[in-house]
T-cell receptor, first 110, second 115 residues
Framework: GDSVTQMEGPVTLSEEAFLTINCTYTATGYPSLFWYVQYPGEGLQLLLKATKADDKGSNKGFEATYRKETTSFHLEKGSVQVSDSAVYFCALKYGNKLVFGAGTILRVKS | KAGVTQTPRYLIKTRGQQVTLSCSPISGHRSVSWYQQTPGQGLQFLFEYFSETQRNKGNFPGRFSGRQFSNSRSEMNVSTLELGDSALYLC??????????????FGEGSRLTVL
């Protein structure tokens, strides 16, 4: 079945460090791919998305490129801030159903 | 534009009881989905409703049920509660239009604790 695998956390970085969170997927066909972020005590917010191969999603300094050949959708940010501390979820979507990865906790120290 | 509203935000029940959670989608959104979030299992899809019909269902026992009303509001019900049902229940709404990538907008969730 469809699945998403994310790198395990927590990931702890100093402010202004470079961030990469790896995400790979297994799916039949060509799903849309998403990154969602969850801040403490809140629901999920869409961070960025890509709907076809080679698309790059970007938002708030975060980027991810849909790589069909490696079935990956890695999340990157050039310079993280303390306010980026949250849980990040990679997800694929077929129809109107999302399949999520396990989530990666990001902690940014000042 | 108001976001997805879920009520109640927190509730505590005992084993064997039942619970009903409510979700009001973003105005104009006709699709409502429910997800269960637990530390052990992560985020798991429960079901999706569109125009009052269940279109998709996850792998949960029949104790979990839902419905959608004509105004697109949705409720989910869990009967005969078990300790393992303690979780954050998230509702998401989306528009369904041709070519729409179907972005899901999530509410803040209802946190259920079963004692």
């Amino acid at each position: 079945g469809d699945s998403v695998t994310q790198m395990e956390g927590p990931v702890t970085l100093s402010e202004e460090a470079f961030l990469t969170i790896n995400c790979t997927y297994t799916a039949t066909g060509y799903p849309s791919l998403f990154w969602y972020v969850q801040y403490p005590g809140e629901g999920l917010q869409l961070l960025l998305k890509a709907t076809k191969a080679d698309d790059k999603g970007s938002n708030k300094g975060f980027e991810a490129t849909y790589r069909k050949e490696t079935t990956s959708f890695h999340l990157e940010k050039g310079s993280v801030q303390v306010s980026d501390s949250a849980v990040y979820f990679c997800a694929l979507k077929y129809g109107n159903k999302l399949v999520f990865g396990a989530g990666t906790i990001l902690r940014v120290k000042s | 534009k108001a976001g997805v509203t879920q009520t109640p935000r927190y509730l505590i029940k005992t084993r064997g009881q039942q619970v009903t959670l409510s979700c009001s989608p973003i105005s104009g959104h006709r699709s409502v989905s429910w997800y269960q979030q637990t530390p052990g299992q992560g985020l798991q899809f429960l079901f999706e409703y569109f125009s009052e019909t269940q279109r998709n269902k996850g792998n949960f026992p029949g104790r979990f049920s839902g419905r959608q009303f004509s105004n697109s509001r949705s409720e989910m019900n869990v009967s005969t509660l078990e300790l393992g049902d303690s979780a954050l229940y998230l509702c998401a709404s989306s528009q369904i239009t041709p070519g729409n990538t179907g972005e899901l907008f999530f509410g803040e969730g209802s946190r259920l604790t079963v004692l």
